[in-house]
């Protein structure tokens, strides 16, 4: 506690008032432009000019006039590199589960595909897609999301990082705050977590192809898993020797194994399993799109859990984004003008 004979009779600018508690019996650490955190140099206690009104652990908070005078340790500041994404290039924010062989095991996900898991998966991406207008489309599949910011998109002056750190803190959260809507009465057994990256795409053609990999990548996957579960669950395969018969196989090997062995036409299962989740916005809802016309797209949809929750203003899809179809019917994707 600051004791009271310290008090100013008169008027002190803050410098000099952090200048004089200073030299009197602490040392001040600049937490950041015009703030200090008083410290005691023995015990290690909080002083603050607040203490004296309030009690003694608190930060300051001292208005910086033009008077205030830079720390010593301002020049650090310098070290932080500027890492805006180019002009006019598609900004693409990938997220992707951590470690999720091990967490999708732990929860007792379905295999090879968990609609519980994936439907959260989504409900997260919906909730980043309502906080960033400027996404204009979002593509899921496995444990990865990837959102798409319009090449003309200003957020936070295009800083990758800043974008991407936003958009992979807010999925997690809300794949946490969503999971019980999912899992129900099953717990999360530790906090799941996501890694991050922001990838540019000069052209849209560049663009198109990157999601057509993504989707390329989820009919590989699941086709494979398809067999591997179905030898392993039904055929009662060791994961070994399912993985040694599905070794060097084609996609037509593998469609004609379901078939002959599991009477499974694998286009019959279900296009959520096979193209995996897009998420748009309706034409006219791709950042700018009026407050009114933003209320009058979200909607309140049932979710899996039963409940009736406000859905943000978008759309999901289980279709095919390879082809041009998807592109022609909605080219205010690319455009929002159109
Ligand atoms: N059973 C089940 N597993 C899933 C499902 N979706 C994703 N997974 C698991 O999540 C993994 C995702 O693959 P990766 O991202 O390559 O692997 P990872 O274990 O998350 O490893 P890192 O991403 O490198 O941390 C899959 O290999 C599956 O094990 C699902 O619906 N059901
Ligand atoms: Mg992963």
New binding site residues.
């Given amino acids: 506690m600051i004791p009271s004979s310290l008090l100013p009779r008169k008027p002190l600018s803050a410098q000099r008032l952090v200048h004089a508690l200073t030299a009197k019996f602490g040392h001040q650490l600049p937490v950041s432009k015009g703030s200090y955190l008083l410290v005691n140099r023995t015990s290690g206690q909080l002083l603050s000019p607040c203490g004296l009104q309030h009690g003694s652990s608190r930060l300051v908070h001292l208005s910086s006039g033009p008077a205030m005078a830079k720390s010593k340790f301002e020049y650090v500041r310098q070290f932080e590199a500027d890492d805006p994404c180019l002009p006019n290039c598609w900004v693409v924010v990938r997220i992707?589960?951590?470690?999720?062989?091990?967490f999708?095991d732990v929860h007792h996900?379905?295999?090879?595909?968990?609609e519980r898991?994936?439907s959260l998966m989504t409900r997260a991406a919906q909730t980043v897609m309502s906080e960033f207008n400027e996404i204009v489309l979002a593509y899921g599949q496995?444990?990865?999301y990837s959102f798409v910011f319009h090449k003309s998109c200003k957020l936070y002056n295009r800083r990758a990082s800043k974008i991407m750190t936003n958009v992979v803190s807010l999925f997690s959260s809300s794949f946490t705050l969503f999971w019980p809507r999912f899992f129900n009465s099953q717990e999360l057994q530790y906090p799941p977590s996501f890694d991050g990256r922001v990838v540019l795409y000069p052209s849209d053609e560049n663009l198109k192809d990157y999601l057509s990999w993504r989707q390329a990548d989820c009919h590989i996957n699941n086709l494979y898993n398809t067999c591997f579960w179905k030898l392993v669950q039904e055929k009662g395969l060791t994961p070994n020797r399912a993985a040694d018969r599905l070794k060097g196989t084609l996609s037509s090997d593998k469609n004609e194994l379901l078939f002959s062995e599991f009477n499974i036409n694998y286009n019959n299962l279900p296009e959520l399993y096979r193209k995996g989740s897009v998420i748009i916005r309706p034409k006219g809802a791709i950042d700018g799109a009026s407050p009114s016309l933003e209320k009058s797209i979200n909607n309140h949809t049932r979710g899996l859990d039963g409940k009736t929750s406000k859905k943000p203003g978008s759309v999901v899809l289980h279709t095919d984004i390879i082809g041009k179809q998807f592109w022609e019917d909605n080219p205010h994707i690319i455009n929002p003008k159109i």
């Fill in positions: 992707d589960g951590k470690a999720f062989h091990k999708t996900y379905m295999k090879p595909n968990d898991g994936l496995s444990d990865e």
